[in-house]
């Protein structure tokens, strides 16, 4: 099993910046890909970012160019970083891993609200 563990949420005005973390434990040694998922209230889940073993990352045009995603596989975590926040980045923040068959693991999320 593997489990995800995610800090770093909370309230925040426009234009502000906060860092989410994610902590992986467990059987991670097939691990691939690592990345955020948001979901706002009524919307589907969706892609943030993600970030390949090799370091590649990749990002939802929505957040290009204001959130930058790291990944530190020595301590088997990854982060996001997200600077110019908007109101409509409210939602809550999901931490995901995907193994090399292609199973998903998720944290139990984080809520961010952006407002004033």
């Known amino acids: 099993q593997v489990q995800l563990v995610e800090s770093g949420g909370g309230l925040v005005q426009p234009g502000g910046s906060l860092r989410l973390s994610c902590a992986a434990s467990?059987?991670?040694?097939?691990?691939?890909?690592m990345g955020w998922y948001r979901q706002a209230p009524g919307k589907q889940r969706e892609l943030v970012a993600v970030i390949t073993r090799d370091g590649i990352a990749d990002y939802s045009s929505s957040v290009k160019g204001r959130f930058t995603i790291a990944r530190a596989s020595a301590k088997n975590a990854v982060y996001l970083q997200m600077n110019g926040l908007k109101p409509e980045d409210t939602a809550v923040y999901y931490c995901?891993?995907?193994?090399?068959?292609?199973?998903?693991?998720w944290g139990q999320g984080t809520q961010i609200t952006v407002s004033s």
């Open positions: 995901n891993l995907r193994k090399l068959n292609g199973v998903d693991y």
């Open positions: 467990g059987r991670i040694f097939t691990t691939n890909d």
